[in-house]
């Protein structure tokens, strides 16, 4: 139920919202990684990155650049894969791109 979005390697990954950095590292299949927990059960994954700039515990604002595109793990070709979880169920990120992961 993830979203991949095809973008050239090294492009700019940002933050749907604010929130705290859950995990920032190396998770299998999906490569490098970020999650983030944006409060009111929602959290976002990005995956398959080249490169990360948060660390977990961190507090991030909407917009702010957390990572690059890459093709870690899993992948085919250089893109974003994004998630949306309602408390730990995943939703469709189409339904929340462009609102405040808040309730």
């Not at 920032?24 to 999906?30: L, R, T």
């Not at 490169?51 to 093709?71: L, N, P, W």
């Amino acid at each position: 139920r993830g979203q991949d979005m095809a973008k050239a390697a090294g492009s700019a990954i940002k933050a749907a919202d604010g929130g705290t950095v859950l995990f920032a590292g190396w998770s299998g299949s999906y490569g490098y990684m970020v999650d983030i927990d944006h409060g009111g059960g929602f959290t976002t994954r990005y995956a398959h990155c080249s490169d990360i700039y948060v660390s977990a515990g961190e507090k991030v604002y909407q917009g702010k650049i957390i990572a690059a595109v890459g093709s870690t793990g899993v992948s085919s070709g250089p893109h974003l894969h994004f998630e949306v979880r309602k408390y730990g169920t995943l939703v469709n990120p189409a339904a929340y791109i462009g609102v405040q992961y808040r309730e």
